[in-house]
């Protein structure tokens, strides 16, 4: 049964990187089932899709946030990490990862179908 | 980017009740709507997917419809643990965006 769990600092200075990481077990990160994502929830608001990548390393980001954002895979860990630049008290969120899976019914449908439990970042000096 | 839009953005009922929330797409995006459960301090869980197929181990009390833009989830008798914010996402087209949520509150 895949499972993913983020880990990182919960605190970040304004200015600073942010650096999470998702370790993912159950299944490999290389498995060609899957695309690996990133989500986010600020206080209150709803849920913003950062960005995913395969395990060939082929990302896609938000375009607001593409400037900012790098998600990398480690296949040797089978982990995957979210990097996130120049934050601010903006950038304060829940962060999950989660797994994108698909099925084909003569086109193919994506859903995140596995969530990690998030992890609090708050951005205060 | 293509807009998501939920009602109610909140909702009281009880027990039992049959509840249920819309999703509207700025654009058309077919079939390709999912639907979430959110509860505080767990993980999301998938509940549909492709707009009506049911997410392995996900009860038969939820249903979704829909094509297009507008879209439908049915929870046909809500037990004490589907009080919770429930989100649509669109995965026609990258960026993927979410409807603003639907907070589903004991009555």
């Known amino acids: 049964q895949l499972q993913l769990q983020e880990s990182g600092p919960g605190l970040v200075k304004p200015s600073e990187t942010l650096s999470l990481t998702c370790t993912v077990s159950?299944?490999?990160?290389?498995?060609?089932?899957?695309?690996w994502g990133w989500i986010r929830q600020p206080p209150g608001k709803g849920l913003e899709w950062i960005g995913s990548i395969y395990y060939s390393g082929s990302a896609d980001y938000k375009p607001s946030l593409k400037s900012r954002v790098t998600i990398s895979v480690d296949t040797s860990r089978n982990q995957f990490s979210l990097e996130l630049t120049s934050v601010t008290a903006a950038d304060t969120a829940v962060y999950y990862c989660?797994?994108?899976?698909?099925?084909?019914?003569?086109?193919?449908?994506?859903?995140?179908?596995?969530w990690g439990k998030g992890t609090t970042v708050t951005v205060s000096s | 980017d293509i807009q998501m839009t939920q009602s109610p953005s909140s909702l009281s009922a009880s027990v039992g009740d049959r509840v249920t929330i819309s999703c509207r797409a700025s654009q058309s995006i077919s079939s390709y709507l999912n639907w979430y459960r959110l509860k505080p301090g767990k993980a999301p869980n998938l509940l549909i997917y492709a707009a009506s197929s049911l997410q392995s181990g996900v009860p038969s009390r939820f249903t979704g419809s829909g094509s297009g833009t507008d879209f439908t989830l049915t929870i046909s008798s809500l037990q004490p643990e589907d009080f919770a914010t429930y989100y649509c996402q669109q995965s026609y087209s990258t960026p993927y965006t979410f409807g603003q949520g639907t907070k589903l509150e004991i009555k």
């Open positions: 989660a797994s994108l899976g698909s099925t084909w019914y003569s086109a193919r449908y994506y859903y995140m179908d596995v």
């Open positions: 159950g299944d490999s990160i290389s498995s060609s089932s899957y695309y």
